[in-house]
């Protein structure tokens, strides 16, 4: 998961990343509105953290900004104004949440999950696909109940797949989500981990695998629907209930 903060204070926003890195997420930070506009623009980020009270512009105008140009990505909007007319402008524009300062960090992380998840159609937490779910709070995959080992970079480009499922993602947008431009390595490592990957599912679901190679353009998963749970009772097999007690009267 990829984020870019957009936030002037420099203790609030060193927090802010620290929360965020925590969680594995990565994150490009700006105090100004302008720049934070310009690369909301041009990188495919699976949200915004918008502080309002900015040296250059406004934040209002920042979200107004990104609507026009169609950019979809969810804003959450994080300012110390607490004023309902304040929350009410930002909604009405465009913003997908508001939080005021000061904030409390894990609710923070749960609200930011929450809007993203929501984002891409994911009413809950778990994400179910054929055989295996993937739970976006707890980072856990699991295939049949059972849980599948990955590494941190692993686990990404398999959240990644399962939040875009049935797009085809680009090499280069599996770097920008791991390394956000930092000592990013060639786009043959994405091959690799995407590797291991199809690996680890292949052994756990006894050589079925849901994602699949677009020749020339990158990797997707599967539209799986979620199989349903097995029924471990007996045909024929009659069971009992424990009989519910009367009050003596």
């Not at 390595?185 to 599912?201: A, G, N």
Request: aromatic share 6%; with cysteine.
């Amino acid at each position: 998961m990829r984020l870019l903060l957009i936030e002037d204070d420099t203790p609030t926003a060193k927090c802010i990343e620290a929360l965020l890195r925590k969680e594995g997420v990565v994150v490009d930070a700006t105090s100004f509105g302008q720049y934070g506009l310009e690369i909301g623009k041009i990188y495919d980020y699976d949200g915004i953290i918008l502080d309002l009270m900015l040296p250059d512009i406004d934040g209002t105008e920042v979200i107004k900004k990104l609507r026009a140009s169609n950019i979809t990505t969810p804003v959450i909007v994080l300012s110390g104004l607490s004023e309902s007319k304040d929350k009410v402008t930002c909604l009405d524009i465009g913003a997908d949440d508001y939080i005021t300062k000061p904030f409390d960090g894990k609710e923070l992380v749960a609200r930011i999950q929450a809007v993203i998840r929501r984002s891409k159609g994911h009413s809950e937490s778990t994400i179910r696909i054929g055989r295996m779910s993937i739970n976006l709070q707890t980072r856990r995959v699991e295939v049949d109940g059972k849980v599948l080992h990955l590494t941190g970079k692993e686990y990404a480009i398999l959240e990644l797949l399962c939040l875009r499922r049935g797009a085809t993602l680009t090499k280069d947008m599996f770097l920008n989500h791991l390394y956000g431009g930092i000592d990013e390595p060639e786009l043959k490592i994405i091959d690799v981990f995407v590797c291991k990957i199809r690996k680890k599912l292949m052994d756990a679901m006894d050589g079925e695998c849901y994602i699949e190679t677009i020749w020339g353009r990158g990797y997707t998963l599967k539209d799986v629907p979620e199989e349903p749970a097995k029924n471990t009772e007996k045909l024929g097999e009659v069971k009992e209930y424990p009989r519910m007690q009367r009050n003596a009267v």
